[in-house]
């Protein structure tokens, strides 16, 4: 999990964290049925950030925990482990490529707009 937002982040001491980044976090069924679960809107990345938005809208706080390990295999939702990619089309390479604009966007016009 990350607290990139926070400046006083360190990784020997529990915090309460903007996000749980990458959503390598850990919550109950309870929690995700009252904030709805991940948007489906989001194609590869954001949903993390937006979960994290609603729970902590709830009145619940994201806490960075040292002492839980979370792995987190880094591209392997996003095909990059593949020996092979050419089973993956242009569109979704297109996709793939603008997907984290896109997804801050869509993230900052749900939430953020109209603040």
């Given at each position: 999990?990350?607290?990139?937002?926070?400046?006083?982040?360190?990784?020997s001491m529990e915090e309460t964290c903007f996000t749980a980044f990458r959503y390598s976090g850990i919550t109950t069924k309870n929690i995700l049925d009252k904030v709805g679960w991940f948007e489906?809107?989001?194609?590869?990345?954001?949903?993390?950030?937006?979960?994290?938005?609603?729970?902590k809208n709830l009145g619940y706080k994201i806490v960075y925990y040292p002492e839980v390990s979370i792995v987190h295999i880094k591209g392997a939702t996003k095909g990059k482990n593949r020996k092979s990619k050419k089973y993956i089309s242009f569109n979704d390479k297109l996709k793939y490529r603008l997907s984290g604009v896109d997804s801050m966007e869509m993230f900052y016009r749900k939430r953020l707009w109209d603040r």
């Amino acid at each position: 999990m990350s607290c990139s937002l926070s400046t006083t982040f360190s990784p020997s001491m529990e915090e309460t964290c903007f996000t749980a980044f990458r959503y390598s976090g850990i919550t109950t069924k309870n929690i995700l049925d009252k904030v709805g679960w991940f948007e489906e809107d989001y194609f590869l990345d954001g949903e993390d950030i937006d979960l994290s938005w609603k729970i902590k809208n709830l009145g619940y706080k994201i806490v960075y925990y040292p002492e839980v390990s979370i792995v987190h295999i880094k591209g392997a939702t996003k095909g990059k482990n593949r020996k092979s990619k050419k089973y993956i089309s242009f569109n979704d390479k297109l996709k793939y490529r603008l997907s984290g604009v896109d997804s801050m966007e869509m993230f900052y016009r749900k939430r953020l707009w109209d603040r």
